[in-house]
Every structure is written in structure tokens, then in C-alpha cells.
């Protein structure tokens, strides 16, 4: 998958698309520090409960999700973002359609 090119600017709403039934995803950057990836997911859509080594930052781009970390459930509209913690358990879910960059740094 090819990361996004580097000093230019990105509309990030445009870089992903709604797939019907599917989640999308689209690596912005890589590096041995972290990385950046786009989603798009349509409604009801989801990732299920898992675990990651390193704390992932949730920015929702558009559309509505409920994010649950370690049994929590959190509700993030446009513009919200969330910190899910390492090694915690987490699950997304699509209200609506929505679009997030997740952004995962190695520490």
C-alpha cells in the first residue's frame, strides 16, 4: 500500500471512500515510529475487539462512531477525538458512515 505524498496538502475526507458493507483503509505515512492510516467505514461497520501495543489516537473526520475502550462505550461525532491506551481492549463501530485517521505511535 503506498503512503500519501509528502509536503502537499491533503484532503482527508477525500482520501478514503465509503464502500458499501466495508471498512476502508488508507496508510497516509509510515515510519518506525508510527503511522498514520484513513478509514472509512460504512454504517454499522466495525473492528472488533482487539488489543495494540501502543497507544492509537482516534480523530473522527466526518460521521458519527461509538468507540469502546476496556468496556466503555464513548460516543464521537465530527471533529472528536480519543486516545485508546495500549494493551487496553477496543472495538469501533460505525452509528453512521464515518471517517477517522488513526494515527498509532511506537513508544
Known amino acids: 500500500m503506498s503512503t500519501a505524498p509528502k509536503s502537499q496538502v491533503l484532503n482527508l475526507a477525500e482520501m478514503v471512500n465509503y464502500q458499501e458493507g466495508s471498512v476502508v483503509s488508507r496508510q497516509i505515512t509510515k515510519a518506525e515510529a508510527g503511522n498514520v492510516t484513513l478509514f472509512a467505514f460504512d454504517k454499522d461497520q466495525g473492528l472488533s475487539e482487539h488489543t495494540a501495543p501502543f497507544?492509537?489516537?482516534?480523530?473522527?473526520?466526518?460521521?458519527?462512531?461509538?468507540?469502546?475502550?476496556?468496556?466503555?462505550?464513548?460516543?464521537?461525532?465530527?471533529?472528536?477525538?480519543?486516545?485508546?491506551?495500549?494493551?487496553?481492549?477496543?472495538?469501533?463501530?460505525?452509528?453512521?458512515?464515518?471517517?477517522?485517521?488513526?494515527?498509532?505511535?511506537?513508544?
Not at 62 to 76: C, K, N, R
Not at 90 to 104: E, G, P, S, Y
Open 55 to 107: 497507544d492509537a489516537l482516534v480523530h473522527v473526520i466526518e460521521g458519527d462512531a461509538e468507540v469502546t475502550i476496556s468496556g466503555t462505550p464513548y460516543q464521537l461525532k465530527t471533529g472528536d477525538a480519543i486516545i485508546m491506551p495500549a494493551n487496553e481492549p477496543h472495538a469501533l463501530k460505525a452509528i453512521q458512515k464515518f471517517k477517522m485517521l488513526l494515527t498509532m505511535i511506537r513508544a
